[in-house]
């Protein structure tokens, strides 16, 4: 299985309508690919900025090509993730796993 993840911040006073925006883009969307295994948000605060990091998990390189296109290290962005002040991370990360475990 692969994980990719993905950081981005937006400010604090922008939290709620991004959370809703990335419901609609990077969940929805890439639990819309073939061979996407699911996806986790967790969000933390600080001062005045909403920390977003988004792990969606993948069957393979094939399904996470699918979904980010061949240069899958640059991360996926939006058209309106400029209204949310969004500070994206360039880049992510995927990362071969055996299996994922509930904390």
Not at 18 to 35: E, N, R
């Amino acid at each position: 299985m692969i994980v990719r993840t993905w950081h981005g911040c937006v400010p604090v006073s922008h939290a709620t309508g991004f959370a809703a925006h990335l419901d609609v883009t990077g969940i929805q969307h890439s639990q819309s690919i073939p061979g996407n295994l699911g996806a986790v948000v967790k969000r933390v605060t600080q001062g005045d900025w909403e920390h977003f990091f988004l792990a969606t998990y993948w069957q393979d390189m094939n399904a996470v090509k699918a979904f980010a296109g061949e240069d899958y290290h640059v991360a996926v962005t939006y058209p309106d993730d400029e209204q949310f002040g969004l500070l994206s991370d360039p880049y992510v990360f995927q990362h071969d796993v055996e299996s994922v475990q509930p904390l």
